[in-house]
Structures are given as C-alpha cells and as structure tokens.
Nanobody, 125 residues
C-alpha cells in the first residue's frame, strides 16, 4: 500500500513558477514509476508527466514539454513537478500517482495503482 500526499499548489500569475511535491509512504517507493496528472473544471483528468522508478527516464505531455520538469528523490520518498512559464490553461487540480510497473511512463490512468488527493494550481492572467 502506498499513500500519496501532494503539496505546493497555489495562486500564481502567468509566467510564474511553482514546484509541486508528492510525498509517499512505505518502503517500496523506489520500485514505483510516478506520474503527475491534472484535472480542470469540466474536463477529464489528463496526463502531465511521468518518471521511471530509477528516475532515468521521463515523459511529458506535449503542452508542458520544455516548461515542466518531473524529478524524484527516492531517499526522501518524494516526486516533484517543477512548473515554469505557467499559463492560465495550466489551472487545474494536480494529482500524483504511483504505478507498480516500474518503467511505465505513459498516460493510461488504469496503469496507476495509487493516487493522491490533489493540490490546486491557479494561474491568473
């Protein structure tokens, strides 16, 4: 069992930056691939980025490529999402998720076994 708690969300102006954190419980964090997803009001949840269990490979949605960076610190059981050059369309609740498939970095939500409660990110224009 893995429990995930996101933090770091907030209100920021367009062009600004935020860093989200996702702290995981349990001793097996380093065996899970991790992903970030987001859900805007009235829209379906969408994939943002993912990272393999070792941190050696990452994958991004096209709209955030070059602006967002996913990383992890297995010693701290934490995964991060650094978000730069934020746009109003990035406004959403951001969720982290854990996949038991250690090398999985694709968008299919069914491949992720555990989810956090989410943290709100609001980007004003």
């Amino acid at each position: 069992q893995v429990q995930l708690v996101e933090s770091g969300g907030g209100l920021v102006q367009a062009g600004g930056s935020l860093r989200l954190s996702c702290a995981a419980s349990g001793r097996t964090f380093s065996t899970y691939a991790m992903g970030w997803f987001r859900q805007a009001p009235g829209k379906e949840r969408e994939f943002v980025a993912a990272i393999t269990s070792s941190g050696g490979y990452t994958y991004y949605q096209d709209s955030v490529q070059g602006r967002f960076t996913i990383s992890r610190d297995n010693a701290k059981n934490t995964v991060y999402l650094q978000m730069n050059s934020l746009k109003p369309e990035d406004t959403a609740v951001y969720y982290c998720a854990a996949s038991r498939y250690s090398d999985y970095v694709r968008p299919a939500t069914r491949k992720y076994d555990y989810w956090g409660q989410g943290t709100q990110v609001t980007v004003s224009s």
